[in-house]
């Protein structure tokens, strides 16, 4: 298993995330309105294309999938005070 492999799949995650995030609000007009569902559609890639990969890297994928996801919960719970965040209407230039 090679770390750059899986830098590599978060990274694309991460662009492929980014990508359709701005198409979306670019083609069909809907813009996020939290930040959470952005990692939480990050997250959604990470653990689909983690079933391509080898077991051990499946495993450390999917870990940290769930790392992540348990840290955004964290954060914006509201029982911390968190509301969620609300961006901008036009925070994505097309």
Not at 7 to 25: M, P, Q, Y
Not at 28 to 53: E, G, S
Not at 64 to 93: N, T
Request: hydrophobic fraction near 45%; charged fraction near 20%.
């Amino acid at each position: 298993m090679a770390l750059r492999n899986l830098i590599s799949v978060g990274v694309s995650a991460l662009c492929w995330t980014i990508w359709r995030t701005r198409n979306d609000a670019c083609f069909k007009f809907t813009y996020p309105r939290d930040p959470a569902n952005l990692v939480f559609i990050f997250c959604y890639w990470l653990k689909y294309w983690a079933i391509m990969q080898r077991t051990e890297a499946r495993e450390i994928l999917e870990l940290g999938v769930q790392m992540v996801q348990l840290v955004v919960s964290e954060i914006l719970h509201p029982r911390h005070g968190a509301h969620g965040w609300s961006l901008f209407q036009r925070r994505i230039d097309c």
